[in-house]
């Protein structure tokens, strides 16, 4: 089954602690991206990745590292995550071309205390 | 850089009644057009896109979008809800590799 996958679903940690939240398509996509979703805001980019050692960041990336080592992995890191940093997170892949759809992860949701 | 406005942050119909959410856009290049919907805990899925062609578009669960090029909108419609598209639905611009999204509308069925 196509799919991206994320891992944990549910988060909560505190103030300080880094943390990595795992992103896998399994549709050998080129395309990459990290969202963080807020009541009101939408959805609003952190990073993408175009390819294999290719990031670049988004609208929203302060405070957010990623990596993309290999094509269908994309981990988003939070070195020391604050309160600010509470929020749900998508993942989502696609073709490298604007016309295709973006597929979504099931989101993660994380609390930071 | 273009952008998305949802016109309605939230929108509360009866069950059988006909919908519309609104979504207007703003680009200086030809863009494509999408409308997700996000049902309660779960991820985004695509109900239908605007690539070209023909401006009145069918997706999923009976919606259907027109794009309409001189008002720079996207409007998402059904004749008749039902209980389970309660959900939250966003509209997207894409120009490129750059998607942009609405702030979302959630619409709530009753019953």
């Known amino acids: 089954e196509a799919q991206v996958t994320q891992n944990p679903r549910y988060l909560i940690t505190v103030t300080g602690k880094k943390l990595t939240v795992t992103c896998s398509q399994n549709?050998?996509?080129?395309?990459m991206s990290w969202y963080r979703q807020d009541p009101g805001l939408g959805l609003r980019q952190i990073y993408y990745s175009m390819n294999v050692e290719v990031t670049d960041k988004g609208d929203v990336p302060e405070g957010y590292k990623v990596s993309r080592k290999e094509k269908r992995n994309f981990p988003l890191i939070l070195e020391s995550p604050s309160p600010n940093q509470t929020s749900l997170y998508f993942c989502?892949?696609?073709?490298?071309?604007?016309?295709?759809?973006?597929?979504f992860g099931p989101g993660t949701r994380l609390t930071v205390t | 850089a273009q952008s998305v406005t949802q016109l309605d942050s939230q929108v509360p119909v009866f069950e059988e009644a006909p919908v519309e959410l609104r979504c207007n856009y703003s680009s200086s290049v030809s863009v494509y057009l999408f409308w997700y919907v996000q049902y309660p805990n779960q991820g985004l899925q695509l109900l239908l896109k605007?690539?070209?062609?023909?401006?009145l578009v069918k997706g999923i669960n009976g919606f259907e979008a027109e794009f309409n090029k001189s008002q720079t909108s996207f409007h998402l419609r059904k004749p008749s809800v039902h209980i389970s598209d309660t959900a939250e639905y966003f509209c997207?611009?894409?120009?490129?590799?750059?998607?942009?999204f609405g702030a979302g509308t959630r619409l709530t069925v009753k019953p």
């Open positions: 989502a892949s696609r073709t490298g071309t604007g016309v295709s759809e973006q597929y």
């Open positions: 549709m050998n996509h080129e395309y």
């Open positions: 605007y690539l070209s062609g023909s401006t």
């Open positions: 997207a611009v894409s120009v490129g590799n750059d998607m942009r």
